[in-house]
């Protein structure tokens, strides 16, 4: 067999692997929190190699569907798991790095989602949400806060923000899309320098957002999101050159 037509076998018995989990997950044969037998009888249910189990379960590992625990016993193995975001964010930030997906695009679909989810928000009562979200702003206020705490807490209050939609799939997109350009803003907005200066002005942003939303003025908080979001990119741009 020649190694081409190797590979295609490989591929079309690694398909197969994923498929049946994709068809699995869709008629409810598989659920979240299943465990999968174990990399012998994988290999001997699909015809394949381990080593070809293997790379198929790194592969569901990467797309947020499988989680492998290390270890022995009934507890170890690959547990069924839905994290479509962490697949998702590390797709975006690979093709980010390689210029394929520019950046100035991710940051207007970063405007759209999050303009869009808060138009949603004033239309959708979620009042846990809103605390949460109310929560993590007075979290951000405390003094002395270093960048890297400051940072952490601002990404999940964008993403609190756009919960408040009561959208998911659009929660989701959100989270992937932060995830995948959070270190460059973040290293961006470091190299600056002036960090007090800096976090004065977040700090500034996001109380005018969240007070917009609370207000439930649709058109102000969409407009206060564009121009926050938009700072933020023409700071990375500057500090980046």
């Known amino acids: 067999m020649t190694g081409a037509a190797e590979e295609s076998t490989a591929k079309r018995t690694y398909d197969a692997l994923l498929q049946d989990v994709e068809a699995g997950l869709r ?10 037998p174990g ?11 381990r080593a070809s189990v293997r790379e198929a379960m790194r592969i569901l590992d ?24 962490a697949g998702l964010s590390s797709t975006l ?20 989602l999050e303009t869009g989810a808060a138009r949603a928000a004033v239309q959708h009562d979620d009042p846990a949400g809103l605390q949460k979200a109310r929560e993590l702003l007075l979290t951000m206020d405390a003094p002395d806060m270093d960048h890297e705490t400051f940072h952490a807490l601002d990404a999940q209050f964008h993403l609190a923000l756009s919960a408040l939609a009561g959208n998911t799939v ?20 470091v190299s600056v320098g002036q960090w007090p200066v800096v976090l004065a002005e977040l700090r500034a942003h996001h109380h005018a957002i969240f007070d917009a939303v609370e207000a439930k003025d649709a058109d102000l ?7 926050h979001i938009t700072w933020l990119y023409e700071q990375a741009t500057n500090a980046h050159g």
């Open 93 to 112: 930030r690979m093709h980010i790095a390689s210029r394929r997906l520019p950046l100035h695009d991710i940051i207007e679909a970063r405007i759209m």
């Open 221 to 227: 908080a969409a407009d206060l999101l564009r121009k």
């Open 27 to 36: 008629s409810g044969r598989f659920k979240i929190g299943d465990q999968l």
């Open 39 to 49: 990399e012998r009888i994988l290999a001997e249910t699909y015809g394949m190699s």
């Open 170 to 189: 659009v929660e989701t997109i959100m989270e992937s899309l932060s995830g995948s350009i959070r270190d460059y803003i973040k290293d961006a907005l």
């Open 62 to 85: 990467a797309l947020g569907v499988l989680r492998s625990s290390g270890g022995a016993g009934p507890k170890s193995g690959a547990v069924i798991v839905s994290e479509p975001s």
